[in-house]
């Protein structure tokens, strides 16, 4: 291989300073484009959280709701069933009364056919 001339060198040694400053500013757009690619990402992704917090709030909320829903109505099931067990027994009671009342009645009725005319 012939010997190069310095002016040969020094036009290949700008050459390779050429593509390496091109290279270098590539390089720079590619990291800037990467850099805010990272970015969009970071504040979709920081969006989806703050979303995601706001639905699971929503759901928490929902949640309170309806267990406190859940206590009313047990609370409300809890009166019927006493109400209920009350209303049994008056009829109970009220039952008995008639029976009484009846027999009352039938041994009036059988007093009244014995007694002589």
């Known amino acids: 291989m012939p010997a190069k001339s310095s002016e040969e060198r020094f036009d290949r040694l700008e050459q390779i300073v050429q ?8 390089m720079r757009e590619e990291t800037a484009r990467v850099q805010k690619l990272i970015a969009d990402l970071a504040t979709e992704t920081r969006r989806g959280f703050d979303l995601m917090a706001v639905r699971g709030a929503e ?15 047990a609370e409300r ?24 009342l009846v027999s009352a009645i039938g041994q009036f009725i059988s007093r009244s056919d014995a007694r002589p005319a």
């Not at 593509?19 to 590539?26: F, H, Q, T």
Request: charged letters at 55%; glycine letters at 2%; zero cysteines.
């Open 19 to 26: 593509i390496l400053g091109e290279d270098n500013l590539v």
């Open 59 to 73: 759901i928490d909320r929902r949640m309170l709701e309806t267990a406190e829903r859940m206590l009313e109505t």
């Open 77 to 100: 099931m809890r009166e019927t069933d006493e109400r209920m067990r009350e209303t049994d027994e008056r009829f109970k009671r009220t039952d008995e009364r008639i029976d009484k």
